[in-house]
């Protein structure tokens, strides 16, 4: 028995150095002085701690702020420690603004126009990052989104095309295609509170699904919630019928639906992906939500959430 306690104690001293190691390895780079504290936020369903090396100016811009948090307003699906340094601005305007992610193992790849970043899985929801980012509004907007889809994906998240509000404390998903309806059925929620006007992550977290809205699209002319982060309360597809009303979807019919409004980067492995929406179709969270032109939405809502 005493032998047994010191293996185990000897194991977990081994894997405890293994994973300091790890940090150094991929944090040594990190410039010998910052130019100030660390910048501490949320954003994205991930908390930043930012290291910033010396004379790097670094701001969010005024849409990254909206959707910006204390990073201890959670649950997050992951802790980002990023040594950050500047990378040459772009010549003339970015045209391509895609951003994409690779895991390989631990290890993983995020990049777009002008942004380079590394990051590590070193433990538990714990990840060290090391970036060279172009000082300017793509780049900082470059350098969150992509760290953060690259986090949830890694979390067994999702990064979904929705207009995203709150009901009764929950995140609610609207869903479909460009024109479907999305922010009409949003600004239709008397009562509500926006969290993501086009785009937003899921996650999970103990049993449970977490939604935290991200930039751009149209936006609501709901008040923004004061969190940002909710837990999920329902997915809705956007149909248009003659008055407002909830239609129940099979397994099959709702994976189906989410996954057209799925996200994901090119080499995405598809099966992996199909394993998350099928999950999140049979928690019975994925239904049709038909619409009519100006009825309202909130008690149909409402008494769906109550279900």
Known sequence: MIEARALA???AEQRLAEQRLAEQRWSADRPAR???APRRFGFGGVAFELS?????????TDELRAFSGADDEGPHAGVVRACV???PRARGPVTDRTIGWRWTGDDCEVSASALSARLRHVQAKRYAATALVPMDAWGTHSLLNGLSAAVVDRAGGLLVHAATVTLDGQALLFIGHTGAGKTTAANLCAGARWLGHDRAVLYPHRGAWFVSGLPGG???ALPRDARRVRPL????AIAHGSRPELEDLSVARAAAVLRQSVQAPAGAAEVELLGRVAALAASGRVRRLHTALGAPLTELLTGALAR
């Open 34 to 36: 910052v130019a100030s």
């Open 233 to 236: 309360g329902g997915i809705f």
């Open 9 to 11: 104690a000897e194991l």
């Open 218 to 220: 149209e936006a609501c």
């Open 85 to 87: 340094r500047a990378a």
């Open 52 to 60: 910033l090396a010396p004379g790097l100016r670094w701001r969010l």
